[in-house]
């Protein structure tokens, strides 16, 4: 897979996985969110791969300047497959401008959406939450502890991986990734389900909602929470909360702020007539 | 809290705010240090009180662990309620509940200032522009370095000063509050993850029918003693059975198609 | 029992049998009032102890939770076992498990009965049928009405007589019934419900594979915590990744059939 | 999908609707079971659409008067289907009188099968134990009251729901119902399995029969049931005694009859021993 | 131990060795006597101390469960742990603990012995050989019941001898072990049965993703109050739900894959 | 399916199946396996059919000479079929020698494969830890008598039937299970994951491994095991072990025996430091 004379050292790429991982975000804004930091990346490499051609140079900072957006851990990938173009084309290959950007483009779009879900959204909350039950009774420094060390070793390495594979494997990446697309949908439906069901279980036990109101008559004391809701299921009332939270932002189109604020309004509703 | 004690904070602040290179980049930064769980740990040695602090953060973990930021759609700024929350409440004498009841509303006034940073940061890719246009691969660097630096001064000083300068109200602020008012922040506090969830499976979900497997999650943590991890290998068992019953076939589908029937018994 | 109670009692037996409209007829009546849980509380309100009258309705209800009569095929009747084993039990002084044991032998008694209103009810039809000949809307209601009329008389009257002059009867029965012929009414009534339930799978099982789910929704409410409704959650679960696996891919093989094979898709 | 010039107003099906829900079951008979019935919630329909030709009136009346049965609740689709084809036809459309005949007779099957299992064999067991379980402790009204509210509110919406349904939809829920085979296959094999295992969890904690017999040697005492059964598995009796009566039932086409009084023998027996 | 006990022993021991064809052969044999926890209610018998011996045998036969020998490869000697490590370890007046200090080396060291046997009986097939060309039934059975003396000698002899001489040994032993020592038994005991384990699921293994199904069957049962009965009806669910769903499909392919359409209705 | 005109009576089968319930595995040795056996069973059966050819039978006791090897106990399917196709060759129908030996041949391999993984490590595994919950905690002899009545019934039994049945579906029996191979697939992968699971349970009964060891500082004691592996998930260290000696085991291709050495040193490292 590897180009036989190839210009870049094993040092250079050492390098740039470094550069990507330190300051991926570092640039982050709305109009461009990764594209400079991207570009700071490429630089030295460029500088090489170009070293006689200023003009090539030029374009290539300034195509990698673009606007550049995917979730930054698992997108480390990208820039990898983004080196390993450059030096293709830079050794006289067909490889074009437009076939760089738009490699890039086509897949930081599938990255940012798998990586906010699984990494963000699923891996973390798992180590989160059992992290937390290790110190929630008694403030034990060992859950946060355990966190930092899982996480920081599990995902620096992961990118360190994913950023050589993706130059060792090169533009080859990009295309088993979108012509294998029936092993590509394997692999993304079973991490949506494996993540979906995750979350709902870590959700179960983070989201709560509970009713304090006790009906009484005479001598008699019905507590309504445990009398009905957890008899029909315990966690009813938030799980309809979370269902009901979704919908309103999927089906009713709601923004999470509005999701926010009916919220923070139910619950002083319900804190004022005693009910929660 | 002492003047020092405000530096530090505000310190760590800015080392976990989304865009600090320091630690790792994103990865030891705003997804490690920015997590109230490690806020409240690191508040805790810096207030010289850990055992409050890491209840402090727990809790307020809770209420943003399900927390994603599509394409920099921040839904509430973890950095003011880690940074600004925890350390109010610890120096009022409280923990847990009194730094929930912080944390929501300063997650909701922190947001301006996190769109306010990615605004005016979009100056440097400009000055970045220039660069790549003359084949300054120095002002390439510089423009990165340089955007560093409004982080820096708006997060590190904005934690630093509120919690310097905010310590007594905050303190009479507390003391003061109605236990109504603090059930109130209890109550919205464990409510409002569910914005996070909501967030999460509008985000995963590919299918629409697949939100049953949320909640089939949501239930086998109930009614058994699974921990996460477990679940996750359920999942991973669930997910795996489904893929294989399903996708098995079509490999043996594709197979028909063609018009030589010997590859028909791909198994 | 008071006159007037056993009257009231007969009432609501009449509103909870099968053919009652009053209350959003088969909905609001058999399926309904006409459930021993439903009936226990009635009778209890009647006969003036609630509490002993719902615990009583619950016990008798799990003899018959399970049951179903497909295309009027009634293998026990409720009726009497609610509105006349239930407040006989209560008159005697005696609560669930005394309603049980009158439960068990009146409900196979009350079969003749149910099927005597049964039989006799086809005379309407007939009624409606000149009626129909002849164009006669008035007619038809007349006979609709009319049929309310032998039901009323045979359920409220069974009942109530019943209750009035069994109560003395059941009461030295029950308090003269040895231990051992107590124990054994609630043995079989432990046992009994297993009628409706292998009715119900009869009925439901498409193929003879699928009594698999049902043993694995008895394994699953045993050995968890899960509620009735978190299982049915989670069947909802199973069966939607079950339809989707294998249905899929029903549409992908369709893709290949193209010409012909249009009759293919029978299944 | 709704007729332009519909002879029936609103107030006409709303009307129908409620005489259904009402009278449906009201003159059951083993000769036409719910036959009457219809025909009398079909004849103010009917009057109004052959307001002026009598002798189909008639007719309607007659055909209408035939045998027909089906789970009442959820077959509140077929009058509102039948009405709009009587509508269609009197306003001189291509409805042929054997099409409403058979086109009732053929849904009535289907939608006794899945409404007798799902309806009062599903849904309304998963109410009745959710309820038993508010009350059987200590006699609190709650449960019985529950089930009424949740019960009526639900079965009464959903046949108010089906008759317009099947009005609006017309000769086309049929059609959709029996053409769409794929997906009618679909919705009835996941029900199904959503009813079956249901089904099993309720059973499960219904139908009882446990051992008391103690096997007693000098001191030791050994509980056959908590020593043997319940190692094998908590419950193993009661689903051996539910399987074989369905297994009788099914296989060796017992009556039902029959096997209530099998069981009560065997209790007899098993208590008159002292086993259980 | 008396010297009858020790003969005793030594008889059933070698009723519970592999080529043992008298207890329904190898079913009543090896597979029944043979195994630890019925060793050890033989040998409580025998020793006069049921309530020690079941117990050891439990505790053995934890070691082994999941052991088997997939074409006579024997990976641990079960017939020295169970029927001489049991007997020492009692005779020592120690018992489970005790006895799995003795079988975890024991097991090892009798696989010489296993191997030995499984080695000199290929002399007889040759004698059978013999027979055979001659058509000489006689001589095949001659060779065949002759088969049954050295495994007799050899594991009724050796069980027998060991433990009659080995029992002051094995008591010296086991009252003078140091408890770090009887701790890395015990340790090591709970260890080994993985052993066991990787050997069946590698030969159990069709396709590699499987192997979470292994890890399914373990979290169900840590997870829940399921007895291995009820994870049992559970996993033939499971398996079924795939089966079918993957299943179904084949069909319809199979079906296309025919010329004729009209067998396309198969199910 | 029976030959019309057997030479064998029902007593020469039922006889025959004794004698391999009683011997299958009695002359087993690493040369022939089970070979001597299998032709002790047959010779009766061959003398009879072979009464009047005495080289037949003479080559037919040669044929059954050989190497045999299956799971003895499902195996005996295979005689019963052997047995069926010999009365054929006898009788003079087109039955090869070849054929003979291929379909012993061809069987004993899949059923080895599933009996084993079936019949020992998943059937028994199931009996013996229920049985071992029976007694553990008192050392009642109710655990060993509840394993030995059910054990030996059912697998007997079993053993009874196949071979029966092995007799009376003769060649055909062969065939259905090579050429139906949609079924047996089915089957086989059912029953593969079916084992996998109660495999997976059984193991996590049975193997167990913790961590003793307490941090302790000041007033502080942490224990390891309760604080992290369990918060992680109970049984965790016991899950990874087991599929650490699978993976060195089917990977990294140990042998078993350095595997139990492997783990014998482990421990002595952990109990040594003091950690387990
Ligand atoms: O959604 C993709 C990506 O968008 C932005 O870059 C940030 O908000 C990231 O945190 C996010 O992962
Ligand atoms: O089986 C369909 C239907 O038949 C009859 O009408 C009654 O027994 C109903 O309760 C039942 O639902
Ligand atoms: O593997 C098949 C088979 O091989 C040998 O015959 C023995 O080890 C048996 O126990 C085993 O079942």
């Known amino acids: 897979m590897k180009n036989k004379n190839a210009i870049l050292s094993r040092k250079d790429i050492n390098k740039a996985a470094w550069s990507y991982i330190f300051f991926s975000q570092a640039t982050q804004n709305f109009e461009r969110m990764m594209g400079l930091a991207f570009c700071y990346v490429m630089e030295p490499i460029l500088k090489k791969l170009y070293a006689d051609k200023p003009e090539e140079y030029k374009k290539a900072l300034q195509r990698h300047m673009q606007f550049f957006n995917t979730e930054p851990q698992l997108g480390a990938l990208i820039p990898g497959i983004t080196i ?28 940012a959406g798998i990586g906010d879900s699984m990494i963000i959204g699923t891996y973390s909350p798992i180590l989160l ?135 923070t309004v139910l619950a002083a509703i319900m804190v004022f007539l005693g009910i929660m | 809290m002492s003047f020092l004690q405000a530096l530090l904070i505000g310190l760590f602040a800015y080392l976990g705010s989304k865009r600090t290179p320091w630690v790792f980049g994103v990865t030891g930064g705003w997804n490690m240090i920015g997590r109230p769980l490690v806020a409240g740990l690191i508040i805790g040695v810096i207030l010289g009180d850990v055992r409050s602090g890491v209840i402090a953060g727990a809790m307020v973990q809770a209420l943003f662990i399900g927390q994603i930021t599509p394409g920099g759609a921040m839904p509430a700024d973890v950095n003011w309620a880690s940074y600004i929350g925890i350390p109010l409440a610890l120096a009022a004498g409280g923990t847990g509940e009194q730094a929930v009841a912080l944390a929501v509303p300063l997650s909701m006034l922190g947001l301006g200032l996190f769109n306010f940073i990615m605004t005016i940061n979009a100056y440097f890719p400009h000055m970045g522009d220039r660069a790549a246009e003359k084949g300054d691969g120095a002002g390439i660097r510089r423009a990165t370095y340089l ?35 603090l059930h109130f922040f209890a109550v919205a506090g464990r409510m409002l993850p569910a914005v996070g969830f909501a967030m999460l499976i509008k985000q995963s979900l590919s299918q629409k029918w697949m939100i049953i497997l949320f909640l089939m999650g949501w239930i086998i943590i109930g009614a058994t003693n699974m921990t996460v991890t477990a679940l996750a290998i359920l999942a991973a068992g669930i997910a795996a059975l489904f893929v294989m019953a399903k996708g098995e076939t079509k490999v043996v589908t594709a197979g028909t198609q063609t018009d030589e029937e010997d590859d028909c018994y791909e198994e």
Request: hydrophobic share 50%; glycine share 10%; charged share 15%.
């Open chain 1, 84 to 111: 390993a173009m450059e030096e293709a084309r830079a050794q006289g290959e067909d490889v074009s401008e437009e076939l760089i950007v738009n490699t890039k483009n086509a897949l930081m779009g599938p990255f």
């Open chain 1, 129 to 263: 939450s059992i992290a937390m039950s290790m110190c929630l009774e008694d403030g034990n420094p060992i859950g946060p502890l355990f966190f930092c060390v899982v996480w920081l070793t599990t995902i620096v390495g992961m990118q360190w991986y994913l950023f050589h594979k993706g130059y060792s494997m090169g533009i080859g990446a990009a295309n088993t990734f979108f012509t294998n697309k029936e092993l590509a949908d394997k692999i993304t439906t079973g991490l949506t389900m494996l993540g979906l069901i995750v979350i709902g279980g870590v959700a179960s036990t983070t989201v709560r909602a509970g009713v304090i109101y006790k009906f009484v008559s005479g001598e008699m004391s019905i507590s309504i929470q445990e009398r009905i809701f957890d008899k029909i299921m315990p966690g009813i009332l938030p799980l309809l909360l979370t269902i009901g939270a979704w919908y309103l932002m999927d089906k009713k189109k709601w923004k999470t702020t509005q999701i926010i604020l009916g919220i």
């Open chain 2, 147 to 181: 955007t560093v630096i409004p982080s820096f001064i708006l997060r590190a000083g904005s934690a630093m000063l509120i919690c310097y300068l905010g310590a007594p109200l905050a303190e009479s602020l507390i003391n003061n509050m109605p236990t109504q008012v």
